[in-house]
Every structure is written in C-alpha cells, then in structure tokens.
C-alpha cells in the first residue's frame, strides 16, 4: 500500500509539472521566438519548478560553502541521484545557465521545449555528438552563460546510489574556457524521488544541495584535467560520507 501511495504521488508530481508549464506555454513561447530573451525561459523555469514542486510537497533547499559571484560565469558540476536534481540545482542558481543532458529526455514533453531553447542535448554514445555539445557549451560560456553537466553523465543505476567515476568533458571544457568550477552535491533528492521514481515512486519532502566554492582553472593546462576532474570527485564524495 505504501508503494502505491507513493507511485500515486509521483504521476500526481508529473501532473503538476505538466500543468504549470502549459499554463506559463503562452509566455514561453513568445519568449522562445527570440533568443536575446532565453535568459527569461530560465526564470519561467525555476518559477514552474518551484510552485509545481510545493504543489506536491517537495522543496529545495541549499547551502553555500562561501559567497558566489554570480557576475561570473561557471561550469557547475553536480553528483546526479534524481530527475529532482534538474530543479533543485535551477532554482538555487541566480545567473543565466543551461543544462547538457542526454539527447532521450527529448522524448519528454516538457523538458523537450528546454532542449530546443536554453539546454543542450547530448548522446553519449557518439564521439561526434559530444563533441558538437561541448562546442556549442563552448560558445554558451564565452557569451555570458553557465553550463551545468553531470560529470557521472547518468544517474546509477544502484540504490541506494553510489556515486560513479567523473567523466573529463566538463573539466577539460571549464580549463580550455579559464571559467571556474562550480562543485555542487546533491545530498538526498533520491530519498524523495529516486531516479524517474518509476520503480519507488516518491514523497513529500526536502531535497538539500550543498554548493561548493568554486575552483579557479585560469592557471591550469589541460595536462591537469585530470587532477582537476579527481579533485572535485573527492569533495562530492567526502561530502556524501558526512552526509
């Protein structure tokens, strides 16, 4: 019984998703004519998630490890646990950014709208397709605009998740543009809604993230992308220990 509660509660999430973003559609729409006015979807975004999210009882909360200068551009780096994770990182980000994120969640009404304005999709089992994203992550960064890619590339298929090894794209990306590294663990948006919630549904609850300070690459090569890449895996995962 608890099980089906649960699963009731994930369609009725999905529900409220859905709704919210066909109520903001007009808006948004007009919006997506004209790309000198992306920055506005993000903010209809965060404003979706945030209402349809308490909606259904699930509320985000972060906590920085120091000051951001959200002047500046990043290439932010979350663990990924959950689909709550998309919306727990965007509605405690206070700049322009974009999500890269692989090419089948196209397939979902909602978030395909995103896909084909301020996101950018990827598969991952294509060399040339990656590389196309990472080009076009290149130009989001030098105009202004903050990239937020999962360095794990999937959520784990283990549960409770363990965090996988990092892939090198977004460190090699964040040296070859000087930007800094923005850290972010996600520390229990899976114990609301793991994954799709498909198999254990989901609950009414809290979901934390704890902001990292970010980290300078301007002084760094690409010889040290990998050093860069284990040096924000290890404080990911120090923070998950303590969680």
Request: with cysteine.
């Amino acid at each position: 019984m608890k099980l089906i509660i649960k699963r009731i509660h994930t369609q009725f999430y999905k529900t409220s998703v859905t709704f919210f973003f066909i109520l903001c559609f007009p808006i948004l729409y007009l919006l997506s004519k004209r790309p000198k006015l992306y920055k506005y979807i993000n903010k209809f975004r965060q404003i979706i998630a945030l209402i349809s999210s308490a909606c259904s009882g699930i509320f985000y909360r972060a906590t920085y490890e120091a000051p951001i200068d959200w002047n500046k551009t990043y290439v932010i780096c979350p663990n990924h646990t959950s689909n709550l994770d998309v919306l727990a990182i965007s509605t405690n980000l206070h700049n322009n950014h974009c999500f890269m994120a692989k090419e089948e969640l196209k397939a979902y009404f909602v978030l395909n709208f995103f896909f084909k304005t301020i996101d950018i999709t990827v598969n991952r089992e294509s060399k040339i397709s990656s590389f196309r994203a990472f080009k076009v992550a290149a130009e989001r960064l030098k105009n202004g605009v903050s990239v937020v890619i999962f360095p794990e590339g999937t959520i784990p298929d283990t549960y409770p998740p363990a965090l996988h090894q990092f892939k090198n794209g977004p460190f090699r990306l964040a040296i070859e543009m000087k930007v800094p590294i923005i850290p972010i663990t996600s520390l229990d948006t899976w114990k609301v809604l793991w994954d799709t919630g498909k198999e254990f549904g989901s609950r009414p609850g809290i979901c934390d993230i704890f902001v990292h300070k970010p980290i300078e690459t301007a002084h760094l090569t690409l010889d040290d992308a990998d050093a860069l890449r284990d040096e924000v895996y290890d404080i990911i995962k120090q923070k998950l220990l303590q969680a």
